[in-house]
């Protein structure tokens, strides 16, 4: 990791400084890894089938490890156009801080560990899934999706909401529906998550020349876009009560979100171009800052209803 | 001036004090896993099959 490089190229700027540890963990994406961490964990604890407490802390560990290899190889190939945008200027190769050959081999090494340790901890199952959502991730949605079409965050999402899928199939070693809804949760959620920092991050992505809808499409399509994938979410979220791991906390929890979030969406999507600009996309912000509690809330409900069940407070709406 | 270490040579020593330390935590996870796979008599390989002698 220090003196050879996989990757090398004439327009590569070469690292100004010695790399520090801490420049390859940034290469991981550690804010992203904290919502795989996240998710994957409540997907593991609500399952019905109890895990050992080593086990649930080691392949939460490989998961985060392998949604930290998905990050270093999406940095590697998203060098050029992160060089661009101001909002990642600041990563590890834009910065010069570590070479794109050695993004390049601390993600496939990541990778392959981290997909071994978890067959190894849990199930064959889960340790492919956890090989596919890296490859949806990097292939799929980084190098195909994203500069190709407006709809990458849509698609691209689902890399992002296989971890709760993963953590389930680690105790269940299967699918179900609860997991599916899981799934769905985050991956109809992160079209509005997603667009609506477009809304107020447009200039980044313009001069990236990223597909992104409110670059292709305009800002009203983009608030309708917004405003459509809201209601299939509300849906989907009341959707998760009537299953196994559904409970009283889910329940007020999706209530109330989805009762803000569909207003906050309403708000965007009334919203002209030179109102936002008026207001500095207030409305857009706080629609954004909603969306990340809006999913944090319903993991931790999951939780809340876990934790009721298992001290026999709760038995199910059925 | 030639100095017996340099910033350069800090930078190193940490990463690998870093890295020594990610090792052993490694060697830590796969040893506790071992204990738990093999004490519990669940299925190492994801198999299906489970060692009913280890519990005995």
Same mark, same amino acid.
């Given at each position: 990791?220090?003196?050879?490089?996989?990757?090398?190229?004439?327009?590569?700027?070469?690292?100004?400084?010695?790399?520090?540890?801490?420049?390859?963990?940034?290469?991981?994406?550690?804010?992203?890894?904290?919502?795989?961490?996240?998710?994957?964990?409540?997907?593991?604890?609500?399952?019905?089938?109890?895990?050992?407490?080593?086990?649930?802390?080691?392949?939460?560990?490989?998961?985060?490890?392998?949604?930290?290899?998905?990050?270093?190889?999406?940095?590697?190939?998203?060098?050029?156009?992160?060089?661009?945008?101001?909002?990642?200027?600041?990563?590890?190769?834009?910065?010069?801080?570590?070479?794109?050959?050695?993004?390049?081999?601390?993600?496939?090494?990541?990778?392959?560990?981290?997909?071994?340790?978890?067959?190894?901890?849990?199930?064959?199952?889960?340790?492919?899934?956890?090989?596919?959502?890296?490859?949806?991730?990097?292939?799929?949605?980084?190098?195909?999706?994203?500069?190709?079409?407006?709809?990458?965050?849509?698609?691209?999402?689902?890399?992002?909401?296989?971890?709760?899928?993963?953590?389930?199939?680690?105790?269940?070693?299967?699918?179900?529906?609860?997991?599916?809804?899981?799934?769905?949760?985050?991956?109809?959620?992160?079209?509005?998550?997603?667009?609506?920092?477009?809304?107020?991050?447009?200039?980044?992505?313009?001069?990236?020349?990223?597909?992104?809808?409110?670059?292709?499409?305009?800002?009203?399509?983009?608030?309708?876009?917004?405003?459509?994938?809201?209601?299939?979410?509300?849906?989907?979220?009341?959707?998760?009560?009537?299953?196994?791991?559904?409970?009283?906390?889910?329940?007020?929890?999706?209530?109330?979100?989805?009762?803000?979030?569909?207003?906050?969406?309403?708000?965007?999507?009334?919203?002209?171009?030179?109102?936002?600009?008026?207001?500095?996309?207030?409305?857009?912000?706080?629609?954004?800052?909603?969306?990340?509690?809006?999913?944090?809330?319903?993991?931790?409900?999951?939780?809340?209803?876990?934790?009721?069940?298992?001290?026999?407070?709760?038995?199910?709406?059925? | 001036?030639?100095?017996?270490?340099?910033?350069?040579?800090?930078?190193?020593?940490?990463?690998?004090?870093?890295?020594?330390?990610?090792?052993?935590?490694?060697?830590?996870? @796969?040893? $506790?896993?071992?204990? &738990?796979?093999?004490?519990? %008599? +669940?299925? @190492?390989? $994801?198999?299906?099959? &489970?060692?009913?002698?280890? %519990? +005995?």
């Amino acid at each position: 990791m220090t003196d050879t490089s996989l990757h090398t190229s004439a327009q590569e700027p070469s690292r100004s400084t010695e790399p520090e540890l801490k420049d390859y963990f940034a290469l991981l994406k550690p804010r992203v890894m904290s919502l795989v961490v996240f998710t994957a964990l409540v997907g593991l604890l609500v399952a019905p089938v109890p895990v050992h407490p080593f086990i649930v802390f080691t392949s939460v560990l490989f998961i985060a490890i392998g949604g930290g290899a998905s990050g270093a190889l999406n940095m590697w190939w998203d060098a050029d156009i992160d060089r661009i945008m101001r909002r990642t200027q600041k990563r590890p190769i834009p910065a010069g801080k570590v070479n794109a050959g050695e993004a390049l081999g601390l993600g496939l090494a990541l990778s392959g560990l981290s997909v071994m340790m978890l067959a190894l901890a849990s199930n064959i199952f889960a340790g492919a899934l956890l090989a596919f959502t890296i490859f949806f991730y990097v292939v799929i949605y980084t190098m195909w999706l994203k500069r190709w079409t407006p709809q990458n965050i849509v698609i691209g999402g689902a890399a992002g909401a296989f971890p709760p899928m993963i953590g389930w199939a680690v105790a269940t070693g299967g699918v179900s529906i609860e997991s599916v809804l899981m799934f769905s949760l985050i991956f109809i959620w992160t079209p509005p998550h997603f667009w609506s920092l477009a809304l107020f991050m447009k200039s980044d992505y313009d001069e990236a020349k990223v597909p992104m809808l409110t670059v292709t499409h305009g800002h009203d399509a983009t608030r309708r876009h917004i405003l459509g994938y809201t209601i299939l979410l509300a849906a989907c979220s009341l959707g998760l009560v009537f299953t196994s791991i559904g409970g009283p906390a889910y329940l007020a929890t999706a209530l109330v979100m989805n009762f803000r979030f569909l207003v906050g969406a309403w708000k965007v999507f009334k919203r002209s171009t030179a109102q936002a600009e008026a207001d500095a996309d207030g409305e857009e912000k706080r629609f954004f800052k909603l969306s990340l509690w809006y999913l944090f809330l319903h993991f931790t409900a999951l939780l809340v209803d876990a934790a009721l069940r298992g001290l026999g407070l709760w038995g199910g709406f059925a | 001036m030639i100095r017996a270490t340099h910033e350069l040579h800090d930078r190193r020593r940490g990463r690998n004090f870093g890295l020594g330390l990610i090792l052993m935590a490694f060697v830590g996870i @796969v040893f $506790g896993m071992t204990i &738990v796979k093999v004490g519990g %008599g +669940q299925d @190492v390989l $994801g198999t299906g099959m &489970v060692n009913t002698e280890a %519990g +005995q």
